[in-house]
């Protein structure tokens, strides 16, 4: 066990509708970083927070939005989902600048229908 | 053209078999990651290397760096080796990652 838990384990939701999904991250850890990996291919980065504030983001739309708190969990926000969103969405979290191991959280399982 | 590449994209052994995952990679890195997903979609930490090798049990990971490759190695596999395996390169220092398609591997009894 990691440590880094993931809320809810799955979800389905309908096509418009908004999702927001939650990590929290391993003691001691400034940073989380979320990924999208759809059916059968590699995660993709979406974005990355540090201390409260994005620190990166990879080729997703901004409906893709984020949170960290002062506790450093996340929240996932997605609105008006599309039915190409369906996919596992995972959490990493980590210490920003030193290479350091990520720990991943189990994912999230979202199916837009 | 993707930055990580793996290869085999699936392999198929037998029980007791020496296994080899290849990842190539295209951009500088600070650290490559070797990472095992089973079905239920967790993804867990195996290695994390920026130079020589790694052993861990069964596991052994190198990484050339002149090269831009990495290899995972599994000696005596089992079948609760079989799982995705997936490579990831770290350009930044950032912990952001930039993963590779994975490995499907199945251990045959």
């Known amino acids: 066990e990691t440590g880094v838990t993931q809320s809810p384990t799955h979800l389905i939701k309908t096509r418009g509708q908004q999702v927001t999904l939650r990590c929290s991250s391993q003691s001691g850890h400034n940073t989380v970083s979320w990924y999208q990996q759809a059916l059968g291919q590699g995660p993709q980065f979406i974005f990355q927070?540090?201390?409260?504030?994005?620190?990166g983001r990879g080729n997703f739309p901004p409906r893709f939005s984020g949170l960290q708190f002062p506790n450093y969990s996340s929240e996932l926000n997605v609105n008006a989902l599309e039915l190409d969103d369906s996919a596992l969405y995972l959490c990493?979290?980590?210490?920003?600048?030193?290479?350091?191991?990520?720990?991943f959280g189990q994912g999230t399982r979202l199916t837009v229908v | 053209k993707n930055e990580v590449e793996q290869s085999p994209q699936n392999l198929t052994a037998q029980e007791g078999e020496f296994i080899t995952i290849n990842c190539s990679y295209s951009v500088g890195i600070s650290a490559l990651h070797w990472l095992q997903q089973h079905p239920g979609g967790g993804i867990v930490s195996l290695f994390m290397?920026?130079?020589g090798k790694k052993k861990h049990g069964r596991l052994i990971a190198t990484i050339n760096i002149q090269e831009k490759h990495s290899s995972l190695h599994i000696t005596a596999s089992h079948p609760r080796d079989s799982a995705v395996y997936i490579c990831a390169v770290d350009e930044t220092s950032g912990s952001r990652l930039t993963f590779g398609e994975g490995t499907q591997l199945t251990v045959n009894p």
């Open positions: 927070y540090y201390r409260e504030e994005e620190n």
């Open positions: 990493a979290s980590s210490l920003l600048g030193m290479s350091a191991e990520a720990f």
């Open positions: 290397l920026s130079s």
